[in-house]
């Protein structure tokens, strides 16, 4: 049985509540944000995903090519994609709680992320 959690994270201030999802006491945002530091090439980008993700949290509206709705037709759960040059990070906003980050990847394995993003996202809401 898969389990899940959500962690609140207190540096984002902002009147929009953000959490990362952990899944099997395992979060996949945080090894991607190891993997992206350990590599060292795009930490910068790490930086610019956090600002966005406070940007977020405050309520700006982000243009497009910063922060768009991944959101499939005639799905009720919105879906968001966060994007700097390389990286992509995935979430979704659930009503009563805010924003989940569910993952992150780099644009060269895009579709696959989103396809795992929407597979675990499916087994949060069908628990």
């Known amino acids: 049985m898969i389990t899940f959690a959500l962690h609140y994270l207190e540096e984002f201030t902002g009147r929009l509540k953000i959490?990362?999802?952990?899944?099997?006491?395992?979060?996949?945002y945080d090894e991607f944000e190891r993997q992206i530091e350990t590599e060292g090439s795009y930490s910068s980008e790490l930086v610019t995903?956090?600002?966005?993700?406070?940007?977020i949290?405050?309520?700006?509206?982000?243009?497009?090519?910063k922060f768009r709705n991944i959101t499939p037709k005639k799905e009720l759960i919105k879906e968001y994609e966060i994007k700097t040059r390389h990286l992509r990070v995935y979430m979704f906003h659930?009503?009563?709680?805010?924003?989940?980050?569910v993952?992150?990847?780099?644009?060269?394995s895009q579709q696959k992320d989103i396809n795992r993003f929407r597979r675990i996202k499916k087994d949060f809401f069908n628990r």
Do not use: A
């Open 57 to 65: 949290s405050d309520g700006k509206l982000l243009p497009k090519e």
């Open 103 to 108: 993952c992150g990847g780099k644009k060269t």
């Open 19 to 28: 959490f990362k999802l952990v899944v099997n006491e395992r979060c996949e």
């Open 49 to 55: 995903i956090q600002t966005r993700l406070h940007e």
């Open 94 to 101: 659930e009503d009563k709680t805010g924003r989940i980050i």
